[in-house]
């Protein structure tokens, strides 16, 4: 993404017809490298308690702010 910032920035009008896919185009990268990583998954699943607990107190901790 940083190689196409410059470019972007300085010809607006070559990347603007790529505008209606900004959105899709990141959600496909991020499921393709996701679909990558199944071990990381099974790590998941295997400690879900531990993970819980840590999603549940950022939870809290963001409502105290």
Do not use: E
Request: charged share 20%; net charge positive.
């Amino acid at each position: 993404m940083i190689v196409f910032a410059l470019p972007g920035f300085l010809l607006p009008d070559v990347f603007r017809q790529f505008a209606p896919w900004i959105v899709t185009l990141p959600g496909i990268l991020m499921s393709g490298r996701g679909l990558t990583l199944p071990d990381d998954f099974r790590a998941v699943l295997r400690r879900a308690g531990v993970d819980a607990i840590g999603a549940i107190s950022q939870c809290r901790c963001w409502r105290w702010r």
